[in-house]
């Protein structure tokens, strides 16, 4: 009896002793995924601490923000905390108590629901430390907007509508055999924002009025071949396709559907948001219908949110009021100079 | 309760489709014959499809069109062989929360392998050697470390994620479109029917033959059923159950490379989650019980081929997604529930 208690002890111990091993390893990472465990105390040796709360921090776009945001830190003599807080917006509230709670110099924010904006900004407001919000603006309770990194989400979409209504010109297709395959995350509003901002840009520009094919999806790129596949099947009598959609994933999806289902290349006019995954035909050089994306680079954003916040809390810099980053529509000619990554 | 869990172990000593009907034999005629083989369980799931695919093709006959079938079985493929494996497990009575993070690694794993090698066969090999990696991490967690099913394998859900998320930096990982391997996978076809549609008949088979003619497979059945008889007749529970947790491990590693070949780059997270959902959804509306022993192969594909027809069919017509989603659920509480009240249970207190 007496031995097997030692052992529980023991045991107990060796479990204690990992779960420290294994915590100190995490803070040491640099990032935290879900947590902000930092130990040190804010600002001891004049280095200024910046908290970047993300939703959806796991895909690509919000990887490289924070890449860019960590790279100007590193030069401007500050470190970046990541917390990734999914799609939840009861866990991001939570973070940012922790993340005042612990001292942070600064604070960015990718909030996972806009409707939560009068929270956030309140809740810095009270703590005196200075937050920007990027890729999705927020606003107070009497509608005064938050400092603003970002891009402006219907004019992204419009620049799709516009690059897809000049390749449009260059072909002779009409209204009669053409249709528009329109891929969304229907419950999200920025998504459905880009999605009608390129639709109502590309019929201004043409002057034709194509029938749209609405796809509903969880914006992953099964789910948009899947449901292409079968919207297809609704519309035999269609020989060629426009498509579009929130991101690079629903487009080149529904891209691989229609050339699954038979349709040339030559087909298929598909313009990319993104360009993360439609680089990788071009960077293969296999003919597809993806033939064009606009590039957003999360890495310029991550870098001026970082930059604005420094100038404040160091030169007490106002925070300007909107800071838009540059956009560019990329093809297979042009992605590798316009610094597109592709893994 | 008692009776239910004698008609249990009695699979043991019978095959289980002559278990289903569960009525005395009686001279049959043909058709009577027939439904015996198909079994009242898998009648109501059939009676289902057909009604469902008259009332799409009544309104929208393109929904016949032999591409459109086509494409039904390859985005079936994917959820649909995690449903067969999840069966076998829910069949022992447990469960495998971890199938679509497994996916997800192993996709990345294919991807990263076949870009460093250049070898197509390679990046396949060791996205299956991954997925039984971590299926044998399951196992060993479940057995050894005394974890319900449903915790550990709900920890290594977030656990193999973040591993996948760790190999490929968040970002996915290098372009399978133009080797030929992975192409044949994701999108090609042979005598006109796709490769994956193959792969799924082909594991379907397999799973179903091994259960119902193998001492295996009437073991799985007597240790869901009544694991301590199965102890006491000398099976070893051990093996069965790290062995089961290797093979779903094994198949989520085939789901992961095929991921990969169909998008045409590795994936860690999109495409992946929620696979484990859909796959559990998929068993238990054909018929599996959670509580073990009870469930068939035969059930899991009619109901894969179920959730696949309706998914599509109400996106031929044009169904709102939102829509979708309560169709769906609708739809396996239906199921369920009629299964359960066939069964006679009183109605009382929590089900079993």
């Known amino acids: 009896m007496q031995s097997q208690h030692t052992r529980r002890r023991g045991a107990k111990a060796l479990g204690a002793i990992g779960i420290l091993g294994l915590a100190a390893a995490l803070t040491a990472c640099g990032t935290v995924d879900g947590g902000a465990a930092s130990g040190d105390d804010a600002g001891d040796d004049g280095t200024i601490r910046i908290a970047y709360i993300q939703k959806q921090g796991d895909q690509q776009y919000f990887i490289d923000e924070i890449d860019g945001a960590s790279e100007a830190a590193a030069e401007l003599g500050a470190e970046v905390t990541a917390i990734n807080v999914g799609d939840d917006a009861n866990e991001t509230i939570s973070q940012l108590d922790t993340i005042i709670s612990q001292g942070y110099d600064a604070i960015a924010i990718v909030v996972p629901d806009q409707k939560i904006g009068p929270q956030v900004i309140e809740a810095a407001k009270k703590a005196g430390i200075p937050l920007v919000a990027t890729d999705d603006a927020i606003e107070d309770a009497d509608g005064n907007a938050a400092p603003f990194v970002g891009f402006d989400g219907r004019s992204m979409g419009e620049q799709v509508g516009t690059e897809a209504a000049r390749l449009f010109a260059e072909t002779d297709w009409t209204a009669e055999n053409t249709k528009i395959i329109r891929v969304s995350k229907e419950d999200l509003q920025t998504c459905e924002d880009r999605n009608d901002g390129a639709y109502d840009t590309f019929t201004e520009a043409t002057g034709v009025e194509l029938e749209v094919v609405r796809v509903g999806t969880d914006a992953t790129n099964i789910e948009a071949q899947d449901k292409t596949a079968a919207a297809i099947t609704a519309n035999p ?70 930059e604005v916040l420094v100038d404040q809390v160091k030169n007490g810099v106002e925070l300007p009021a909107n800071t838009i980053a540059d956009t560019t529509i990329v093809g297979p000619d042009t992605w590798e100079d316009a610094g597109v990554v592709c893994t | 309760m008692t009776a239910s869990k004698e008609t249990r172990v009695s699979a043991t000593t019978q095959p289980p489709a002559l278990r289903a009907p569960e009525s005395p034999p009686r001279p049959k005629s043909p058709a009577r014959s027939l439904f015996a083989r198909i079994g009242v369980q898998n009648l109501s799931l ?216 169909r998008t045409g780059s590795g994936q860690p997270v999109s495409g992946s989650e929620g696979l484990e959902l859909e796959s559990i959804t998929a068993a238990a509306l054909g018929g599996a019980a959670l509580t073990g022993g009870k469930g068939t192969i035969t059930g899991t594909v009619l109901a894969v081929i179920l959730l696949g027809v309706l998914s599509n069919g109400l996106t031929v017509l044009g169904v709102n997604p939102f829509w979708q989603n309560v169709a769906k659920g609708a739809l396996l509480v239906i199921a369920v529930v009629i299964q359960q009240r066939r069964s006679g249970q009183r109605a009382v207190g929590l089900p079993a």
């Open chain 1, 237 to 306: 009598d269609v020989t060629n396709w426009v498509v579009w959609g929130c991101n690079d994933e629903s487009e080149t999806g529904a891209v691989t559907a229609l050339q699954n289902a038979g349709f040339s290349p030559d087909n298929i006019i598909g313009v990319g948001l993104g360009a993360y995954l439609t680089c990788k035909d071009w960077a293969a050089g296999v003919e597809s219908g993806n033939k064009a994306a606009l590039f957003i680079s999360g890495v310029d954003v991550g870098k001026a949110a970082v």
């Open chain 2, 46 to 261: 059939v009676i289902a499809l057909i009604l469902l695919i008259a009332v799409i093709g009544w309104q929208d006959p393109n929904f016949f069109r032999y591409q459109n079938l086509l494409s039904i079985g390859t985005s079936i493929t994917v959820f649909g062989i995690l449903a067969i494996v999840q069966t076998l497990v829910i069949l022992l009575g447990a469960l495998d929360i971890s199938v679509g993070s497994v996916a997800g690694l192993t996709s990345v794993v294919s991807a990263m392998v076949f870009t460093s090698t250049a070898s197509s066969w390679m990046g396949i090999g060791a996205a299956l050697a991954a997925g039984l990696a971590c299926g044998l991490v399951n196992g060993l967690i479940i057995v050894y470390g005394r974890v319900n099913a449903v915790i550990a394998t709900l920890a290594t859900l977030a656990a193999f994620k973040g591993l996948a998320q760790i190999l490929s930096g968040g970002r996915s990982q290098g372009y399978t479109g133009n080797d030929p391997v992975f192409t044949a996978l994701g999108r090609g076809t042979f005598l006109g029917i796709p490769v994956l549609i193959y792969l799924f008949v082909f594991i379907a088979v397999a799973a179903a033959l091994v259960l119902k003619y193998t001492d295996i497979g009437r073991n799985i059945y007597a240790i869901g059923g009544n694991p301590t008889a199965a102890r006491l007749s000398g099976i070893n529970l051990n093996r069965y159950i790290v062995g089961v947790y290797v093979l779903v491990g094994t198949v989520a590693g085939l789901a992961g490379v095929l991921l990969t070949a």
